[in-house]
Protein backbone atom coordinates (compact mmCIF):
# COMPACT_ATOMS: atom_id res chain seq x y z
CA UNK A 1 0.00 0.00 0.00
CA UNK A 2 1.18 3.19 -1.04
CA UNK A 3 -0.13 5.99 1.18
CA UNK A 4 -0.77 9.44 -0.97
CA UNK A 5 -2.11 11.59 1.92
CA UNK A 6 -2.63 11.20 5.35
CA UNK A 7 -4.68 13.57 7.45
CA UNK A 8 -6.50 13.36 11.34
CA UNK A 9 -9.91 15.27 11.62
CA UNK A 10 -9.22 17.85 14.11
CA UNK A 11 -12.89 19.71 13.98
CA UNK A 12 -15.83 18.62 12.27
CA UNK A 13 -18.49 22.00 11.79
CA UNK A 14 -22.19 22.13 12.54
CA UNK A 15 -22.86 22.12 8.28
CA UNK A 16 -20.36 19.61 7.55
CA UNK A 17 -22.81 17.15 8.51
CA UNK A 18 -25.54 18.39 7.21
CA UNK A 19 -24.00 18.70 3.55
CA UNK A 20 -23.00 15.04 3.75
CA UNK A 21 -26.63 13.87 4.81
CA UNK A 22 -27.84 16.48 2.06
CA UNK A 23 -25.63 16.70 -0.38
CA UNK A 24 -23.11 13.16 0.08
CA UNK A 25 -20.19 15.52 0.69
CA UNK A 26 -17.61 16.82 2.99
CA UNK A 27 -15.49 19.92 2.12
CA UNK A 28 -12.23 19.33 3.94
CA UNK A 29 -9.45 22.13 4.65
CA UNK A 30 -6.71 22.57 6.86
CA UNK A 31 -6.98 23.27 10.74
CA UNK A 32 -7.70 26.89 11.21
CA UNK A 33 -6.61 28.07 7.63
CA UNK A 34 -9.94 29.42 6.99
CA UNK A 35 -12.07 30.32 10.30
CA UNK A 36 -14.80 32.22 8.43
CA UNK A 37 -15.58 28.61 6.94
CA UNK A 38 -15.06 26.34 9.78
CA UNK A 39 -18.59 26.17 10.29
CA UNK A 40 -18.82 24.18 6.75
CA UNK A 41 -16.03 22.30 7.06
CA UNK A 42 -13.97 19.40 8.01
CA UNK A 43 -11.39 20.23 9.79
CA UNK A 44 -7.82 18.09 9.66
CA UNK A 45 -4.13 18.20 10.83
CA UNK A 46 -1.45 19.08 8.25
CA UNK A 47 -0.82 16.53 5.92
CA UNK A 48 2.13 16.71 2.95
CA UNK A 49 0.67 14.86 -0.54
CA UNK A 50 3.03 12.48 -1.27
CA UNK A 51 2.06 11.60 -4.65
CA UNK A 52 -1.09 12.62 -6.92
CA UNK A 53 -4.43 11.44 -6.14
CA UNK A 54 -5.72 9.44 -8.97
CA UNK A 55 -8.24 7.88 -10.87
CA UNK A 56 -8.70 4.10 -8.91
CA UNK A 57 -7.03 5.03 -5.58
CA UNK A 58 -8.78 4.33 -2.21
CA UNK A 59 -9.85 6.49 0.30
CA UNK A 60 -10.06 5.26 3.78
CA UNK A 61 -12.45 7.18 5.91
CA UNK A 62 -12.08 6.01 9.66
CA UNK A 63 -13.16 2.02 8.65
CA UNK A 64 -15.00 3.00 5.63
CA UNK A 65 -13.31 2.67 2.06
CA UNK A 66 -13.98 4.57 -1.07
CA UNK A 67 -12.79 3.88 -4.92
CA UNK A 68 -12.14 7.29 -6.08
CA UNK A 69 -13.64 7.47 -9.45
CA UNK A 70 -12.32 10.75 -10.56
CA UNK A 71 -10.57 13.63 -9.28
CA UNK A 72 -11.15 17.50 -10.07
CA UNK A 73 -8.43 19.36 -12.12
CA UNK A 74 -7.51 21.41 -9.17
CA UNK A 75 -7.69 18.60 -6.32
CA UNK A 76 -4.13 18.03 -5.91
CA UNK A 77 -2.79 21.54 -5.87
CA UNK A 78 -5.49 22.69 -3.71
CA UNK A 79 -4.50 19.56 -1.11
CA UNK A 80 -1.01 20.62 -1.25
CA UNK A 81 -1.70 24.51 -0.13
CA UNK A 82 -4.60 24.30 1.77
CA UNK A 83 -5.49 20.00 2.29
CA UNK A 84 -8.40 21.27 0.70
CA UNK A 85 -11.09 19.63 -1.84
CA UNK A 86 -14.65 18.27 -1.57
CA UNK A 87 -14.86 14.63 -1.16
CA UNK A 88 -18.71 13.53 -2.84
CA UNK A 89 -19.87 10.04 -1.80
CA UNK A 90 -21.81 7.84 -4.38
CA UNK A 91 -23.01 10.79 -5.77
CA UNK A 92 -22.16 12.78 -9.34
CA UNK A 93 -20.05 16.03 -9.76
CA UNK A 94 -18.27 17.59 -12.14
CA UNK A 95 -16.47 20.97 -9.94
CA UNK A 96 -12.35 21.49 -10.54
CA UNK A 97 -12.08 20.76 -6.74
CA UNK A 98 -13.97 17.55 -6.11
CA UNK A 99 -13.19 13.60 -5.37
CA UNK A 100 -15.98 11.53 -6.63
CA UNK A 101 -15.77 8.02 -4.43
CA UNK A 102 -18.01 5.07 -4.98
CA UNK A 103 -18.46 2.76 -1.57
CA UNK A 104 -21.13 1.47 0.60
CA UNK A 105 -22.96 3.93 1.92
CA UNK A 106 -21.37 7.34 3.57
CA UNK A 107 -18.35 7.77 6.05
CA UNK A 108 -19.15 8.61 9.91
CA UNK A 109 -17.38 11.93 10.56
CA UNK A 110 -15.42 11.94 14.71
CA UNK A 111 -12.82 13.76 15.53
CA UNK A 112 -9.37 11.77 15.74
CA UNK A 113 -10.26 9.19 12.93
CA UNK A 114 -7.90 9.13 9.92
CA UNK A 115 -8.76 10.47 6.05
CA UNK A 116 -6.19 8.60 3.92
CA UNK A 117 -5.88 8.44 0.13
CA UNK A 118 -3.68 5.20 -0.91
CA UNK A 119 -3.01 3.37 -3.69
CA UNK A 120 -2.91 -0.30 -2.96
Do not use: W
Not at 40 to 46: A, G, N, Q
Not at 79 to 102: D, R, W, Y
Amino acid sequence: METKYDVTITAIGGLARTFLENNKSVILLDEGIRPNLSDMVVEHSDGLLAGEIKKGDKLRVGSSEFTVMSVGSDVNNNLKEEGHCTLVFNAEGSMPGQVILKGKGQPVLASGIHITFYKK
